[in-house]
């Protein structure tokens, strides 16, 4: 029987789980645990689905970095030709130290600072996504003092109707996010006023883990009506930026595919001109990846059965965070019988869990993976009770590439001081 795994390039042959040509037990033997693990494979196939979906437009798709900012993922999305989307300026530094091209970037966030606003500008990025009126004025500011005009979108929030929606979480009236849709008309006007700004585009990114391309739509519907009533006032938009948010499939979610989510964007765009924009993240990087732990100790209780694991919540923190679900499976299943885990980590904290109530037949030392680890992983990991952060590796074929190395303790402390 073939198992599927929502990881696509995960498969079990004899040795165990492999991804892409390695054995995972390989990679733990060679590289120890808490590893993340990458397939260079899956995270080219996830952008190559919206490149083709895009085909035949002008379209750029900006990979969200938050999701997983490995200069190793970097470097793979600039060389499939990607574009970024950045909420800092260590974001940019990373996206320029991987070789991505500043003129692909576009710079999202609420409280872009001025010395990044100068690094973004000194780089070149292709946008600045502008999220309220003082932004607008400080950009302009720093662009003049510079000699520079910045290419600028306002982030517009649709307000999307959460009662049919009710996932949606960054679109509506009520979040920090964006300016409003009333207040947008008038933000444009000053922003065309102001003398270091270049009105570029517009932009729009309403939630993560969407599950149904519906309200993208709503949302794209309400993006253009402004983008018409701007190009009569004779302020005209080269593109329109839909941002991120498609989900993935952790457990039995079922998000639609790439093709079928954009299909109806594209026919709503169909005959404008206008360059489209996405920034995907977690669809892009979730399902390439997963993480690697080793178990320490198996404590049977009278209520409940402890898998201690050498991962903990410093590594993965979306299941303590966000309660978040993550497939756990045994990298060599053994024949004894299998009985219900609390998959635990190491960490003085009852909420350090990594999975709840798992049927596993497992052994002390035997290795777990946790499944669709990809996006939000690493990218959100501390250094928590001291733990050195996990190696990450990128598997491309049978090779292994080591895109950083795991931590040592010394470097944690590296920068802190004794009294004198
Ligand atoms: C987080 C974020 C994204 C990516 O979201 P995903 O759900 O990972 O696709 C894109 N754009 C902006 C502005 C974001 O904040």
Known sequence: ??????????SRDERGLRLEGVALADIAAAHGTPTYVYSLAALSAAFEAYRDAL???PALVCYAVKANSNLGVLSAFARLGAGFDIVSGGELARVLAAGGNAARVVFSGVGKSEAEMRQA??????????E??????RLSAVAQQMGKVAPIALRVNPDVDPKTHPYISTGLRSNKFGV????ALTLYRRAAALPGLRVAGIGCHIGSQLLDGAPVVEAAEKVLGLVDRLAAEGIVLEHIDLGGGLGIRYRDENPPAVAEYLAPLLSLLEGRREELLLEPGRSLVGNAGLLLTRIEYLKPGVEKNFAVVDAAMNDLARPALYDAWHDVVEVAPRAAASRPYEIVGPICESGDFLAHDRELAVEPGDLLALLSAGAYGMAMSSNYNTRPRAAELIVDGER???????EAVEQ????????D
């Open 1 to 10: 029987m073939k198992q599927e795994f929502p990881v696509p390039t995960l």
């Open 55 to 57: 085909a035949g437009r």
């Open 121 to 130: 500008l000194d780089a070149g990025i292709r946008c600045f996504n502008v």
């Open 132 to 137: 309220s009126a003082a932004e607008l004025d």
């Open 180 to 183: 409003a849709f009333d207040e």
């Open 400 to 406: 292994v590439h080591l895109a950083r190395a795991r």
């Open 412 to 419: 944690l402390y590296a920068g802190e001081r004794p009294l």
